[in-house]
């Protein structure tokens, strides 16, 4: 029997900051695919906290404890970029019910582009529910305390900006 080849999955977003929530989910898909790639979608928008460079280096320095992720960045259709990765799974998150309807266009449209591409849901943990990137930008702006929603590196990259 021919071996199997390597299950690759993407793990895309924005991930303006990086959040606990993200490296939740990351883990979990760690679990289940032999290759995960976070794939930072490039800024389209000059608004954007991070440029996608200094995503890029944000999500390696949280990464330490995960042998099987890389991080990229990448331009254009994410099913474009999947099928030149060898991708066959496109990780999403989870977190509450208010997801669903981005989520469900998203991954009709992305299966519409690409059937032979799966996106796969993944739940956060209850304790991560509530954590959005946006809402971390929101207390932030106002210098709130957001030790609790994003890991060391980012904490201290947001305290420089
Ligand atoms: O973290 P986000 O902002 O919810 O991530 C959204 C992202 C980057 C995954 C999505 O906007 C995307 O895939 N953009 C690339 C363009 C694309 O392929 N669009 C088709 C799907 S609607």
Redesign the pocket.
């Known amino acids: 029997m021919a071996p199997e080849s390597p299950k690759i999955a993407l793990y895309?977003?924005?991930?303006d900051p990086f959040t606990y929530g993200h490296l939740d989910i990351l883990e979990r898909a760690c679990h289940i695919f032999d290759t995960v790639i976070v794939t930072v979608?490039r800024n389209s928008s000059k608004r954007a906290l991070f440029s996608s460079e200094e995503k890029k280096a944000l999500v390696e320095s949280c990464i330490g404890h995960l042998p099987n992720v890389r991080v990229e960045i990448f331009e254009?259709?994410?099913?474009d970029y999947a099928k030149s990765s060898g991708a066959g799974a496109l990780v999403r998150g989870l977190r509450q019910v208010s997801d669903f309807d981005y989520e469900f266009r998203?991954a009709f449209?992305?299966r519409r582009l690409a059937p032979e591409i799966e996106t796969v849901f993944l739940m956060t943990s209850e304790r991560h529910a509530l954590i959005s990137a946006s809402i971390v930008r929101e207390i932030h702006s106002h210098q709130g305390d957001i030790t609790s929603f994003v890991p060391e590196p980012v904490f201290k990259a947001l305290q420089n900006k």
Do not use: K, Q
Request: charge should be neutral.
């Open positions: 895309p977003g924005s991930f979608a254009g259709l994410l099913v998203m449209a992305n």
